[in-house]
């Protein structure tokens, strides 16, 4: 059911009439109607495709311009285009334990909505709460396999489809992208000094770390273990290399509290950078024996393929 339905428009310079956009739908035929609405709004669990399928029927009624959808969790699903005039509401449905809350819904256009318009668009709104629902539940199970439990962060499911997305972002709109291996060091002597749970505060913290210096638009997975990769969109091998080393020097900074100790850890960092000939699997080769040479190094290090690639060929060419 919808509750809390807040209703709202912007007043406009001039007077107006406010007057029905569409002939008034008979009883029978809106019930037709909204049945026939119901069952197409079962034949997706995607949520911008409910969404869609949704204001199309509804357009259909009622002259709207524009609708914004916000989820729950903040995401905002636009359709149309927006307008002055605006009539928003809050979504939820009734449970025992009480309100099931499915975020906002807000439609627009250039003039007012009429009464009865505003009758009908909550007519609509009934057959599309359950649909909602199952909507918000099947991404939020999408999200949840995607998602490592421990750090919060992707896990390699995740990554493996992101990876791919990005290098066919880079390589279409010839941008660069770089990837970072990092590994705790010496991560086996936290868990045989300190214990399992103080490893997973230790995973947790740095994991946190990774994220708080990274930007936003930077995708972090947890690839096993203490191992973490992250995808630098638009980022060259040199910005590549001075992100890793803030990583290094936050990690190093930290202090994990536990049963009275503070734990204190190191990252080594591997980085490269997507050429033209990478796939996922070659990019992360590089990134890895990036990592690889700085763990030979002593650890607590940032190394760059593509600085060992320059050595390399200086070699070969001596």
């Known amino acids: 059911m919808v509750t809390s339905v807040q209703i709202s428009s912007r007043p406009s310079k001039a007077k107006e009439v406010i007057a029905p956009s569409r002939i008034a739908v008979p009883q029978q035929d809106l019930s037709d109607e909204l049945f026939r609405l119901t069952q197409r709004l079962q034949t997706s669990l995607e949520l911008e495709q409910v969404l869609e399928i949704f204001f199309q029927q509804l357009q259909q009624h009622v002259n709207i311009g524009g609708m914004v959808y916000t989820s729950p969790c903040k995401q905002h699903i636009k359709l149309g285009r927006p307008n002055i005039h605006h009539v928003d509401y809050q979504l939820s449905r009734q449970t025992a334990e009480g309100d099931d809350g499915l975020g906002a819904v807000v439609f627009s256009r250039a003039k007012r909505f009429a009464e009865n318009e505003l009758i009908l668009i909550e007519s609509f709104l009934g057959p599309l709460i359950y649909p909602l629902r199952n909507a918000l539940l099947y991404r939020q199970a999408l999200a949840a396999a995607m998602c490592d439990p421990l750090t919060q962060t992707g896990n390699r499911a995740a990554m493996s489809n992101a990876l791919q997305r990005e290098i066919q972002l880079a390589n279409r709109y010839q941008q660069a992208l770089s990837m970072m291996v990092i590994d705790i060091d010496h991560f086996k ?95 992360f080769e590089r990134a890895d024996s990036a990592l690889y040479k700085a763990k030979q190094q002593g650890r607590n290090k940032v190394v760059s393929y593509d600085l060992m690639d320059n050595v390399q060929h200086s070699l070969l060419e001596m």
């Open 189 to 283: 002597s936290v868990n045989d000094n300190y214990g399992h749970a103080a490893g997973d505060d230790v995973i947790c913290n740095v994991a946190k770390a990774i994220t708080t210096v990274c930007r936003e638009t930077d995708l972090t997975f947890r690839f096993g273990g203490e191992e973490f990769v992250v995808l630098l969109n638009k980022t060259d091998a040199a910005g590549a290399r001075v992100i890793a080393e803030r990583v290094r020097r936050h990690i190093a900074s930290l202090n994990t509290q536990s049963d009275q100790h503070a734990i204190s850890v190191t990252a080594s960092i591997g980085t490269a950078e997507l050429n033209q000939d990478d796939n996922g699997e070659s990019l």
